[in-house]
């Protein structure tokens, strides 16, 4: 079945950085695109970066862009979202996705607390 399993989140200070993981299993990881979403704490789950099959384009809300860095390495079955220059308001339970045959499936996701 569909696995996705997220790591890398933590307690970082605001300007730091985090690398989150998301190692996926059960589906043809190359052949879909992947996304990762984040939900704060009283907040809707929101969108933040998107990244094609093949790595050749992404895409990313206004809140993350210039900071935040998604990739993929598709031999290692893994998609990745770089974080840096990190907020207070980036705060939030990060999760990756992947929409196979109209279906989304979500990791359990990583927690990532951005605090001094």
């Known amino acids: 079945q569909v696995q996705l399993v997220e790591s890398g989140g933590g307690l970082v200070q605001p300007g730091g950085s985090l690398r989150l993981s998301c190692v996926a299993s059960g589906f043809t990881f190359s052949a879909y695109p992947m996304s990762w979403y984040r939900q704060a704490p009283g907040k809707e789950r929101e969108l933040v970066a998107t990244i094609t099959s093949a790595g050749s384009s992404t895409n990313y809300a206004d809140s993350v862009k210039a900071r935040f860095t998604i990739s993929r390495d598709n031999a290692k079955n893994t998609v990745y979202l770089q974080m840096n220059s990190l907020k207070i308001e980036d705060t939030a339970v990060y999760y990756c996705?992947?929409?196979?045959?109209?279906?989304?499936?979500w990791g359990q996701g990583t927690q990532v607390t951005v605090s001094s």
């Open positions: 996705t992947a929409r196979l045959s109209m279906t989304n499936y």
